[in-house]
Structure formats: structure tokens, C-alpha cells
């Protein structure tokens, strides 16, 4: 096969199959979101391709060859099938996905762990994580739920608590041992606090809650809780943890407690839904085994009530 025909250009097609259906460049340009000019250009390119006019052009409007007209009646049918074909993959996408919004270290560390008791459980799910950190709003976006930490107030949301947090000095057992296990104020003073860019008040909230003596203020930054967890299992230095997500670390002897003087900080990590719009099944099955998980009452399947 000639090297020419390989590479069809599928940009242009699909600007001239628009473009000969409303037999306008600014129709066309209108239909698909960019310039008349960029319209101009695309078909352009397919004539130059094709070798054959398919508009005739003047300063005011453009008007379909007898070459063209044939061409956009072939072509017509295939985008449209192709638009079908799509339409048909993303409606099976979105009716078995559900769209979870979540802190990179929750996901990390709490939910992907224990993810594949769900989807053993409802292999028809799937679940497809989105860790952007921002306030959450569900408006304009396309979420089933979200795993956040707060206390309860979103807007336009409904929540349910999963547990609440409770945090305490973390570190690895190499650099408890080099420390003597901060048996004393002055080790303590020469160990390196470690602080996640977005949890600044971490340190401060802890001492002050456990009545310990400590500049709080200094130390090394990481752009997440992520990177914090692993350098301090890597030895870098002391790290604010929060206990829930640090458990496995914490029972294998990864990580460990120096201090053991746990706070809690009047926050926790919930559940949330949009309330703008009926909840699928899908997510009330995602929502109630959440609650399971953390042995909360389910929201949605109650015993002896029907599941459908």
C-alpha cells in the first residue's frame, strides 16, 4: 500500500463532515469549539491530501463542489456511527465506574489496600480515583463521592463519618535508636521534624495538645503527607502521623511510636455525596461498604430491607 494512504487525516475528515453538513465554516467552527480560520485551514489540508477542491470560496461564503457534496455524503455516516460507538463506551463507562475523589496519602495508604474486597465483592464496579487537592465541590464536576477530612460541612453534600483522626510522632526504629528514643528534652531538640506542605499546623496542634516543648516551626517540607510517610520510614527524621492510615507501618514495626502520646484533632475523614443529583447504585454500594469497613451502620442497604 502507498505510504500516502497509511495515515489518514482524521482532524481534517471529521472538520469537513461538519462543515459540509451545515455548509458553513462559521457554523462548523461554531459546532466544534475553535475559529473559522482553524476550519479553513483543516480542509485545506484534507483538498491538499485528496488533490480535488471540495469548497469553492469567496470573500463572503463558501459553497460545496459536485466532488465535495459526494465526499460529505460518504463520510457523513461513518462520524455519526463513530460518535454512536463513543456515546455507547462512555454510557457503559460511566454506569460501572464510580468517580471517588481522595487525598493521594488516604488512597495510598487506607483505601487501595483494602480496594480489592470490593471489587471481588461487585466485579461489575470499578472505581477510578481522582487526588487533585482543592476544596471540594461537587458543581461542575463529574464525582460519585469523596474520601475527605473535615468535619462535616460541605456544601451541597451529604456526609457520613468514618473515623475520626488521631495523630502522634512517627519515626523509623533506626532513628528512635540514634535518638536514645528521646528520652530526654535535648534530644528531642536535635531531631529533624518533618511537615507536609499543606498540614503546617500538625506539629503545633500535637504539642500543644500533649504538653511537649518544641519548635514547631522548624524543619524539612515535603509537597505531601505521601512523601512525608516515606522519608520518615527512609530515616530522615520525626513525622506527625495519623494513626489509621499508618497502622500496617505500625504493626509490622516500620514505623514507630517514640512518644506514644495520641491526639486527636477534632477532624475526620468522611464519606461525602452531591445531593444535586440521585445517588446510583453503584455509589450507595461503594458509600455502604465504607461504612462497613469501618463498622458504621450502612447508609442505603439495611437488613431486611430490599437491595435494589
Known amino acids: 500500500m502507498n505510504e500516502k494512504y ?3 487525516p482524521l482532524n481534517p475528515l471529521r472538520a469537513f463532515a461538519i462543515a459540509s453538513r451545515h455548509r458553513s465554516f462559521t457554523a462548523a467552527a461554531k459546532h466544534m469549539g475553535i475559529t473559522q480560520v482553524a476550519i479553513s485551514r483543516q480542509i485545506a489540508l484534507l483538498e491538499n491530501y485528496l488533490g480535488v477542491k471540495l469548497f469553492e470560496r469567496s470573500s463572503r461564503s463558501v459553497k460545496l463542489t459536485e466532488v465535495g457534496r459526494s465526499f460529505g455524503h460518504e463520510i457523513a455516516g461513518l462520524f455519526d456511527d463513530l ?4 456515546q ?3 454510557s ?3 454506569e460501572s465506574t464510580i468517580n471517588l475523589r481522595i487525598y493521594p496519602t488516604f488512597a495510598h495508604h487506607w483505601l487501595l489496600p483494602k480496594l480489592t474486597e470490593f471489587t471481588e465483592r461487585y466485579p461489575e464496579y470499578r472505581v477510578r480515583l481522582d487526588t487533585v487537592v482543592e476544596p471540594l465541590d461537587f458543581r461542575g464536576t463529574h464525582l460519585d463521592a469523596a474520601l475527605q477530612l473535615g468535619h462535616g460541612t460541605w456544601r451541597d453534600a451529604k456526609c457520613r463519618r468514618l473515623f475520626e483522626e488521631e495523630v502522634d510522632v512517627v519515626c523509623s526504629p533506626d532513628y528512635a535508636e540514634r535518638f ?29 495538645e500533649a504538653g511537649v516543648e518544641i519548635n514547631h516551626r522548624e524543619g ?20 506527625i502521623g495519623q494513626l ?7 504493626e509490622t514495626g516500620e514505623l514507630v511510636r517514640p512518644f506514644m502520646r495520641p491526639v486527636t484533632t477534632r477532624s475526620a475523614f468522611y464519606v461525602i455525596w452531591p445531593t444535586m443529583t440521585s445517588v446510583s447504585t453503584k455509589t450507595r454500594r461503594f458509600i455502604d461498604w465504607l461504612l462497613e469497613l469501618s ?3 450502612p447508609e442505603f442497604f439495611r437488613k431486611g430491607r430490599s437491595s435494589g
Not at 524539612?220 to 513525622?239: C, I, N, P, R
Not at 489509621?244 to 505500625?250: S, T, Y
Request: aromatic residues 12%; hydrophobic residues 40%.
Open 295 to 297: 463498622g458504621e451502620k
Open 180 to 208: 536514645d528514643w528521646f528520652r530526654t528534652s535535648e534530644s528531642l531538640d536535635a531531631a529533624e521534624l518533618l511537615h507536609a506542605k499543606y498540614r503546617r499546623r500538625e506539629w503545633e496542634i500535637w504539642a500543644a
Open 220 to 239: 524539612m517540607e515535603f509537597d505531601s503527607s505521601l512523601l512525608v510517610y516515606s522519608a520518615t520510614k527512609q530515616g530522615f527524621g520525626l513525622a
Open 88 to 90: 455507547r463506551i462512555l
Open 244 to 250: 489509621a492510615l499508618l497502622q500496617p507501618e505500625l
Open 83 to 86: 460518535d454512536r460507538a463513543t
Open 92 to 94: 457503559n463507562e460511566n
Open 6 to 8: 497509511r495515515n489518514v
